[in-house]
């Protein structure tokens, strides 16, 4: 059962698209794309083995706001929750989002909005909440800005800590 669902994961992820980034919350990796958010936004899939496993995505971008969306990947069901932390000038912004389980449309949205002149840089860090679970499972995160302005995103590994 278990080679099933990772082959469908495979299969699923292979359909629609986008790269995936198999790395254990303790490997050693780097992961990075760029892409401009109009019509084609960065987007990081991960693949979690455990309910216990967390990943960690880096977003800086040029634009004067960072939308954060997340999408279950092949068996509908799986709710994951975000937990976006952007620091500037000493303090920090702490954004959550709750997807809703879908697989065809990102859920659980958050923003964070540029402050004076400086990149946004944040970190985004997902687990997993309830749902299916079968694994391992696979999600996605969205990451887009406005018009003419790019997201670079690199999966944090090994994790680091974040503020309480």
Same mark, same amino acid.
């Given at each position: 059962?278990?080679?099933?669902?990772?082959? %469908?994961?495979?299969?699923?992820m292979?359909?629609?698209?986008?790269?995936?980034?198999?790395?254990?919350?303790n490997?050693?990796?780097?992961?990075?794309?760029?892409?401009?958010?109009?019509?084609?936004?960065? #987007?990081?899939?991960?693949?979690?083995?455990?309910?216990?496993?967390?990943?960690?995505?880096?977003? #800086?971008?040029?634009?004067?706001?960072?939308?954060?969306?997340?999408?279950?990947?092949?068996?509908?069901?799986?709710?994951?929750?975000?937990?976006?932390?952007?620091?500037?000038?000493?303090?920090?912004?702490?954004?959550?989002?709750?997807?809703?389980?879908?697989?065809?449309?990102?859920?659980?949205?958050?923003t #964070?909005?540029?402050?004076?002149?400086?990149?946004?840089?944040?970190?985004?860090e997902?687990?997993?909440?309830?749902?299916?679970?079968?694994?391992?499972?696979?999600?996605? %995160?969205?990451?887009?800005?406005?018009?003419?302005?790019?997201?670079?995103t690199?999966?944090?590994?090994?994790?680091?800590? %974040?503020p309480?």
């Open positions: 059962m278990k080679r099933f669902a990772l082959l %469908l994961l495979v299969l699923c292979s359909f629609i698209g986008v790269a995936v980034a198999i790395a254990g919350p490997d050693v990796g780097v992961f990075e794309r760029t892409g401009d958010a109009v019509g084609n936004p960065a #987007v990081e899939s991960v693949t979690f083995n455990t309910p216990y496993d967390a990943y960690q995505i880096r977003s #800086v971008t040029d634009g004067s706001y960072l939308q954060i969306g997340i999408e279950d990947c092949c068996i509908a069901g799986d709710v994951w929750s975000t937990r976006t932390i952007c620091r500037h000038n000493g303090l920090y912004r702490d954004v959550r989002g709750l997807g809703n389980g879908s697989t065809t449309n990102y859920t659980g949205v958050t #964070v909005y540029q402050s004076g002149s400086h990149d946004i840089d944040c970190i985004t997902i687990h997993y909440v309830k749902g299916v679970d079968i694994w391992g499972a696979g999600m996605s %995160l969205q990451f887009k800005t406005n018009a003419g302005s790019n997201v670079t690199t999966i944090v590994s090994p994790p680091v800590p %974040l309480n």
